[in-house]
T-cell receptor, first 114, second 113 residues
Framework: AQSVAQPEDQVNVAEGNPLTVKCTYS??????LFWYVQYPNRGLQFLLK??????LVKGSYGFEAEFNKSQTSFHLKKPSALVSDSALYFC????????????FGAGTRLAVHP | EADIYQTPRYLVIGTGKKITLECSQT?????MYWYQQDPGMELHLIHY???????EKGDLSSESTVSRIRTEHFPLTLESARPSHTSQYLC????????????FGPGTRLTVL
């Protein structure tokens, strides 16, 4: 069965410091991986995705993610965190069963402190 | 980005009422999805559709029903709302098989008293 794990419920980081939000996956076949962000009382916003190609994927708002096949990880990163980055972040993998269904992780709350 | 609209954004309703949550998109996307999300928690797929007159149940069992009579419209209905239905409901769509990214609407936060 396919699954996504986000091992940290919350990540705290000081503004200006680099941030990492962790994600590991378990899939059969090649993974299609996604990161979404959710601000309070809002829907999910697409940040970036990995389908194939370069292991380092660049996305919106200065975020990037590194695909590591040997470690089955897809960690989200940003070199310098902003207070406005504080939100709930979801990692997702496309379900191999078709219809472009996504399987989401439990989410990680990022808190960036001034 | 796709334009996906959900109405209402917030709904407080009494037990036993019938409600319909609206979702529409203007991009002609084939596939549409409904997710249920408790506040700050993970998303669970409850319904999806891959085109007009096609609907399927998702991974999480739900007492709601959906219909897809028009490509742009994917409403979700609860015949008799209960407090256990209190949650946020998110709608999403995707253009087609070769496009992988789901785009989400703003969500409807439902409270059943």
């Amino acid at each position: 069965a396919q699954s996504v794990a986000q091992p940290e419920d919350q990540v705290n980081v000081a503004e200006g410091n680099p941030l990492t939000v962790k994600c590991t996956y378990s899939v059969s076949g090649n993974p299609y991986l996604f990161w979404y962000v959710q601000y309070p009382n809002r829907g999910l916003q697409f940040l970036l995705k990995y389908i194939t190609g370069d292991n380092l994927v660049k996305g919106s708002y200065g975020f990037e993610a590194e695909f590591n096949k040997s470690q089955t990880s897809f960690h989200l990163k940003k070199p310098s965190a902003l207070v406005s980055d504080s939100a709930l972040y979801f990692c997702a993998v496309r379900d191999a069963g078709g219809y472009n269904k996504l399987i989401f992780g439990a989410g990680t709350r990022l808190a960036v402190h001034p | 980005e796709a334009d996906i609209y959900q109405t209402p954004r917030y709904l407080v309703i009494g037990t036993g009422k019938k409600i319909t949550l609206e979702c529409s998109q203007t991009m002609g996307h084939d596939k549409m999805y409904w997710y249920q999300q408790d506040p700050g928690m993970e998303l669970h797929l409850i319904h999806y559709s891959y085109g007009v007159n096609s609907t399927e149940k998702g991974d999480l069992s739900s007492e709601s029903t959906v219909s897809r009579i028009r490509t742009e419209h994917f409403p979700l209905t609860l015949e008799s709302a209960r407090p256990s239905h209190t949650s946020q409901y998110l709608c999403a769509s995707i253009a087609g098989e070769r496009t992988d990214t789901q785009y989400f609407g703003p969500g409807t936060r439902l409270t059943v008293l």
